[in-house]
């Protein structure tokens, strides 16, 4: 009993141990991440301005001639080197921290002006990983500043604008640095603090949880010990109810299931063995995994251009161009009543219903608005080049599926399978850019519809070898009327 006591004590106690460490860590990280953005951004923009600022002054014909050791002799050195001087001045900086890049044809960076004693112009400058996007950016012909990152010679913060011919053509880079070692240290301090303060609730809360624990586990034995005994099949039992908290409330449902448990197996002595079996199986949920026969619309989309699209861009960028193309599909099809079974990649399966006249004329006012939405898009696209060079191809085809969860005992799906799955899906690999291709059975159907054929033209391609079929099939294509 003892142990039944204390296990269920150190249980609510570690538990509570956890959550209040647990919230006391969170508001720690909060903390601590809010301040260091702040610092981030209070020099971060800091830095940037001043980069931005004192670079304008800099002629990019003067600089464009500081490219190599002995160039330090020249005017345009002093020039500048004595500009960068009075920058420094007026900013609280120090020698080390203002100095200027030239970009060499390869990319890397090559110091330029600096305020150093010893100058080192033409020497190769490796750029930390973490601010190669951002000195892009700056080469390209914007001021940024970077997060705060760290080296061999302590953690700092830098801003970087570019320096400009008289032309515009950006060719070099401004760079301030500042270092925040002081103002880290100063917030590690205030976080332990707060860490410290955070293990006094700790162990005040360890000690009021654990008083709260014994105070629970003693019903919680009674429970325990009138549960054993329903097992070895006792049901007379009547535990004694004490006040009104939750803990009595489930000693009377106790009290309760015992009578009521008591009343079933004399039940059971009525009810015949292969009944008490159906019992079994339905609450053990052994139930085998089956599908049902539907008739549908399938249809299926691919994006054309997209793998050249995706090895050209960053991933950031090919992920949100995805989501964009999906999810303008995925909206239209659920517009026109049908629902998308899943997304495969940068393709869309979906699925229409109802019957055959209906499901066959959402699926085709579907179809025909996502590639008049390309088209529009790709028309109106004069600085974002994307909805010119991806377009997608459209297959639909209808007739009878397997609807079911199919999978394994620990995943499953819910989805489609049959010949008609197959079909939409090699002729929507056989769609061109733009194109939507009908079975013939969409196509019966699409041609005894008077509304559909007063909004659309289809007509008969031809007949096909589709991969996977034995015999040739007639492929029709469709198409709002009015549209190339």
């Not at 004192?54 to 020249?74: K, L, N, S, V």
């Not at 880290?184 to 654990?210: D, P, T």
């Not at 399978?417 to 159907?445: F, H, K, M, P, Q």
């Amino acid at each position: 009993m003892q142990s039944i006591r204390s296990g269920l004590s150190l249980r609510i106690t570690l538990l509570t141990a956890t959550l209040i460490t647990l919230v006391v860590g969170a508001l720690t990280a909060y903390s601590y991440g809010r301040l260091y953005k702040q610092v981030e951004e209070k020099f971060g923009w800091t830095l940037e301005h001043i980069a931005k600022t004192a670079a304008i002054r800099i002629a990019g014909e003067d600089h464009d001639r500081i490219r190599e050791a002995g160039d330090e002799q020249r005017p345009e050195f002093a020039r500048i080197r004595d500009y960068l001087a009075g920058v420094m001045r007026e900013n609280d900086l120090t020698t080390e921290t203002i100095y200027t890049f030239h970009a060499s044809p390869s990319g890397n960076l090559t110091f330029g002006v600096m305020l150093h004693e010893s100058p080192f112009v033409g020497d190769y400058y490796p750029v930390p990983e973490t601010n190669m996007a951002l000195v892009k950016e700056a080469l390209a012909g914007s001021s940024r500043y970077t997060r705060l990152y760290s080296d061999e010679h302590g953690s700092w913060i830098s801003g970087y604008a570019p320096i400009r011919h008289s032309d515009g053509t950006v060719i070099g880079l401004l760079a301030v640095d500042y270092k925040v070692d002081r103002f880290i240290s100063e917030l590690e301090q205030e976080v332990l603090m707060n860490l410290m303060a955070g293990l006094v609730f700790v162990i005040a809360g360890v000690a009021l949880s654990y008083r709260l624990a014994r105070q629970i586990s003693h019903p919680i034995e009674r429970l325990n010990v009138a549960a054993q005994g329903i097992m070895n099949e006792n049901y007379d039992v009547s535990l004694e109810v004490r006040g009104q908290d939750e803990v009595s409330q489930l000693t009377r449902s106790f009290n309760s299931m015992a009578s009521s448990l008591k009343e079933r197996l004399l039940m059971l002595r009525y009810v015949p063995r292969h009944t008490k079996e159906m019992i079994r199986k339905t609450i053990d949920h052994e139930i085998d995994p089956g599908g049902e026969r539907k008739e549908v619309l399938i249809f299926f989309s691919d994006v054309r251009g997209f793998t050249h699209f995706s090895q050209n861009h960053y991933p950031e960028q090919v992920i949100q161009t995805l989501n964009d193309l999906l999810g303008l599909q995925g909206d239209i099809i659920e517009k026109h009543g049908g629902y998308v079974d899943k997304f495969v990649g940068d393709e869309v399966v979906a699925i229409f219903e109802g019957s055959a006249p209906e499901r066959v004329r959402s699926g085709l006012l579907a179809a025909t608005e996502i590639q008049a939405c390309f088209a529009e898009r790709a028309a109106a696209a004069s600085a974002d080049q994307v909805w010119q060079a991806l377009q997608v191809g459209i297959g639909l085809s209808m007739g009878d599926v397997v609807m079911g969860s199919m999978g394994s005992a620990s995943r499953q799906d819910y989805t489609v399978i049959g010949d008609n799955v197959n079909l939409a899906a090699r002729l929507c690999s056989g769609a061109g850019a733009g194109e939507i291709l009908l079975s013939s059975n969409v196509y019966r159907v699409s041609e005894a519809d008077g509304e559909i054929n007063e909004r659309m033209e289809i007509s008969l391609k031809g007949l096909g070898k589709i991969k996977g079929f034995l015999q040739r099939m007639h492929i029709c294509t469709a198409r709002l009327r009015g549209t190339a």
